[in-house]
T-cell receptor, first 111, second 120 residues
Framework: LAKTTQPISMDSYEGQEVNITCSHN???????ITWYQQFPSQGPRFIIQ???TKVTNEVASLFIPADRKSSTLSLPRVSLSDTAVYYC????????????FGKGTRLSVIA | GAVVSQHPSWVICKSGTSVKIECRSL??????MFWYRQFPKQSLMLMAT?????????EQGVEKDKFLINHASLTLSTLTVTSAHPEDSSFYIC????????????????FGPGTRLTVT
């Protein structure tokens, strides 16, 4: 499994765009990049997944450069409720394979 | 979307007793479920993989005789913490994955809300 590196923490003001970058230098050809969000005392929640270029959904965008050695989760106009830990995971899309979580990025949104 | 529930959401037990935590997939069949443990301010740590109808696979360092896992049906897996001690106090989270194509979009595992265990 590809090892991921993320900033331990980030602070942002409400209404700003937040970009969290994840480094995964040894990503394999068949690996996908997935981001999860976790609030205190809750299970993680899927945010977005991608393989290359850009993916966008109703809550976030995921930017992946051509070499795929990093990825950036972009949260537009964050609010206080976006305060959470964000995890970047890299691996194959195998339904019976467990997810391996790194340390994640603790995002604090300030009013 | 798919829903995974856990019961209880929190439990307090005395040292030396056993506690059972249930994980259910409510609207899909889960051939595989995963159990994680999370200590305060730390990341999720995989404990074991639970397969329906077969023995669970435990991660290195996880005592199989202490953390008993039973995946008796396609919608239920249970984790029993036997002879619990204060150091077992943690947040236990399960996730479920279906072996059938099409039920899950873009490959996502669905996580339960977690169970907070406190051993006194």
């Amino acid at each position: 499994l590809a090892k991921t590196t993320q900033p331990i923490s980030m602070d942002s003001y409400e209404g700003q765009e937040v970009n969290i970058t994840c480094s995964h230098n040894n990503i394999a050809t068949n690996d996908y990049i997935t981001w999860y969000q976790q609030f205190p005392s809750q299970g993680p929640r899927f945010i977005i997944q991608g393989y290359k270029t850009k993916v966008t959904n109703e809550v976030a965008s995921l930017f992946i450069p051509a070499d795929r050695k990093s990825s950036t989760l972009s949260l537009p106009r964050v609010s206080l409720s976006d305060t959470a830990v964000y995890y970047c995971l890299v691996g194959r899309r195998r339904r019976n394979t467990p997810l391996v979580f790194g340390k994640g990025t603790r995002l604090s949104v300030i009013a | 979307g798919a829903v995974v529930s856990q019961h209880p959401s929190w439990v307090i037990c005395k040292s030396g007793t056993s506690v059972k935590i249930e994980c259910r997939s409510l609207d899909f069949q889960a051939t595989t479920m995963f159990w994680y443990r999370q200590f305060p301010k730390q990341s999720l740590m995989l404990m074991a993989t639970s397969n329906e109808g077969s023995k669970a696979t435990y991660e290195q360092g996880v005592e199989k005789d202490k953390f008993l896992i039973n995946h008796a049906s396609l919608t239920l897996s249970t984790l029993t913490v036997t002879s619990a001690h204060p150091e077992d106090s943690s947040f236990y989270i399960c996730s479920a994955s279906s072996g059938a194509e099409g039920l899950l979009s873009s490959y996502e595992q669905y996580f339960g809300p977690g169970t907070r265990l406190t051993v006194t």
